[in-house]
Every structure is written in C-alpha cells, then in structure tokens.
C-alpha cells in the first residue's frame, strides 16, 4: 500500500473532486462525478484515499465524508466502483483496495460514526450511519472481491478486525457484511462470526443477536 509521504500523482485533486464539492444542500444525484483517469489510478487514488482516511478527511465535514465514500463505493450516483472492478485492474491492485478498507474503517468511521444499530433504526442525525451500517448492503466490492485472487481472504481480514473495533456501529456494520457472503463461502463467514462470539465480546446483546442472524444468511 501507498506509504504516508507518497501519494499518488493527482491526489489532491482527487480529493477535492471527490469531497471538497458538496455543501449541506448539495444534491450528490445531480453532480458531475466524473474524474478523467484509467481505472488502475482510480484504484490508487481510492487506495490511498482510504489508508489515509483519518488524516486526509480531517478537514471535510462529515456529510462531505459521506457523500464522497458513498461516490467511491456505492455506486448509485458515481462509476468508481465499477471502474476498479473491470478486467483492466490487475488483481493485486484490487486486493490493495479491499484491504485498504481496514484503515477507512479503524481511522475514519470508528472514529466518526456515532455507535447506533442501523438494523434497530437508531440515529443521531450523522450522515455516516447510513454509509456505515449499509456499507456491505449496497457495495459490490463484496462482489468484486470473490472473483479476485486473493480478494476473499483479505476482505474476512477486514471485516474480522472491524468486528473488534470499540464502534457498535462499526461492528455492526462487519457483521452485516458477513451475513451477506453467498452460500458458497457461508462456511468462512460463519466461522468469524463463530470465533468473535466465542471471545464473549463486551457488545450490546443486540448485537450479539445480529451475529447469530447473520450466520443464517438472512440479515438486513
């Protein structure tokens, strides 16, 4: 992964296309989020975007945080995912960026995010508890990582240390990603879940609840 004082060519303005437009009243439906470069320096940028996501987006509000995630990982008003997910990436590449989701998560939404159950429709106003809670519910990065090399493994190591993290929110999050693992690798996910629930976590029991639902498959 990119290390602190190597950054990417074009960072900066990636950064500002991608979090420094939007206002509060900024409808992101209506913006032009196109950014002019081939999808392997997509992935980079992305990349380097979420292992530096503490410092990086420390100035940006938290609407502007979420709003610009959202653009990078939803996919519903953007193409970025999609565009790290072609052919054209190379496998490594991809993996980077799965794993680059662990800091995104220990840097910027543990630390921001308010620790509310999305699945118990708590709320606090945050703009990130939509982005966090639903992340795995909307990305096809999910998707993206089962059919890279590689890609599996690393996004279990994502989501087995976000399940540790001193966020409900954040755990809750992880838990609904694994409850969303196709029947194919049920196994794997099963198999954290089952460990972190052996380690007698200090979590609300809602979450341990969620937890066993999760391993069924059926979690929302």
């Known amino acids: ?44 940028l992305m990349t380097s975007t979420f292992v530096h996501s503490g410092r990086d987006l420390a100035d940006y509000s938290d609407r502007q945080v979420s709003i610009g995630l959202q653009a990078l990982l939803f996919g519903n008003f953007s193409n970025f995912v999609h565009e790290v997910s072609e052919p054209t990436v190379s496998d490594p590449l991809k993996v980077d960026v799965i794993e ?38 909307v990305s096809p990065f999910d998707v993206m990582a089962h059919r890279t090399t590689g890609g599996t493994d690393a996004l279990l190591e994502v989501l087995t240390a ?3 993290l001193p966020n409900d929110a954040c755990v809750e999050s992880a838990l609904h990603g694994l409850g ?20 007698k976590p200090a979590v609300r029991p809602e979450l341990l609840d969620y937890a066993r639902a999760a391993r069924t498959g059926c979690i929302q």
């Open 1 to 44: 992964m990119q290390p602190a004082s190597d950054a990417p060519a074009r960072y900066d303005e990636w950064l500002s296309c991608i979090f420094g437009r939007t206002t509060e009243d900024s409808d992101p439906f209506g913006m032009d989020w196109t950014f002019k470069a081939a999808p392997s320096e997509i992935a980079e």
């Open 180 to 199: 969303h693992f196709p029947r194919s690798l049920r196994h794997r996910a099963d198999a954290v879940i089952d460990q972190w629930l052996a380690e």
């Open 100 to 137: 680059s989701m662990l800091p995104l998560y220990r840097e910027c939404l543990a630390q921001r995010s308010p620790p509310v159950l999305g699945h118990k429709s708590e709320s606090v106003g945050n703009p990130l508890e939509f982005l966090t809670y639903m992340l795995w519910d």
């Open 162 to 164: 976000a399940l540790r």
